[in-house]
T-cell receptor, first 118, second 107 residues
Framework: GAVVSQHPSWVICKSGTSVKIECRSLDFQATTMFWYRQFPKQSLMLMATSNEGSKATYEQGVEKDKFLINHASLTLSTLTVTSAHPEDSSFYIC??????????????FGDGTRLSIL | AQRVTQPEKLLSVFKGAPVELKCNYSYSGSPELFWYVQYSRQRLQLLLRHISRESIKGFTADLNKGETSFHLKKPFAQEEDSAMYYCALGNNNDMRFGAGTRLTVKP
């Protein structure tokens, strides 16, 4: 159980285009979904936290107009990288936290999306 | 502020040797701590959490509030344990990850 599906797994596009990444919790309802960025050989950097039905909370230094997050349902969150540029090339990972259970529920991760901007 | 520190970026041991991956945290409240593992070309997976007090794949981790540590241990490392390990601290609606330790188990 607790499967998170992330799509697409890899995308290459031209500079200036917008790219949407989807994150779905397949067999559970996610109270909260998280978006991370990972640079090569580095740890995960939290970009934003999104709660279903409310605005995402962005970490300091992350441009909310650049990285649009929508969390319209308990099973789906999307990250749109708007007007992407080469410096946005990175590995983006989403995770979701189950709304069931007591205590702090661990996050379950998607496979990640490798974004390459030419 | 909450912070997770993994002092070793790289750790290399021989098969059958004991292994300990260090994790220290700073947090003013009651922490919930986790270890995640990422095998080559796979997603990040939950390995264990401190409240479960269980052993997964031979790994254990004990929360030491006095030393603010949550070190991950295994008495006899296996080659298939080679991976990236992340210590994480959960709080309310947030989770912070350490920088990660790459464990290599040599034959």
């Amino acid at each position: 159980g607790a499967v998170v599906s992330q799509h697409p797994s890899w995308v290459i596009c031209k500079s200036g285009t917008s790219v949407k990444i989807e994150c779905r919790s397949l067999d559970f309802q996610a109270t909260t979904m998280f978006w991370y960025r990972q640079f090569p050989k580095q740890s995960l950097m939290l970009m934003a936290t999104s709660n279903e039905g409310s605005k995402a909370t962005y970490e300091q230094g992350v441009e909310k107009d650049k990285f649009l997050i929508n969390h319209a349902s308990l099973t789906l969150s999307t990250l749109t990288v708007t007007s992407a540029h080469p410096e946005d090339s990175s590995f983006y990972i989403c995770s979701a936290r189950d709304r069931q259970g007591t205590g702090y529920q661990p996050q379950h991760f998607g496979d990640g999306t490798r974004l390459s901007i030419l | 502020a909450q912070r997770v520190t993994q002092p070793e970026k790289l750790l290399s041991v021989f098969k059958g040797a004991p292994v300990e991956l260090k994790c220290n945290y700073s947090y003013s409240g009651s922490p919930e701590l986790f270890w995640y593992v990422q095998y080559s070309r796979q997603r990040l997976q939950l390995l264990l959490r401190h409240i479960s007090r269980e052993s997964i794949k031979g790994f254990t981790a004990d929360l030491n509030k006095g030393e603010t540590s949550f070190h991950l241990k295994k008495p006899f490392a296996q080659e298939e344990d080679s991976a990236m390990y992340y210590c994480a601290l959960g709080n309310n609606n947030d989770m912070r990850f350490g920088a990660g330790t790459r464990l290599t188990v040599k034959p």
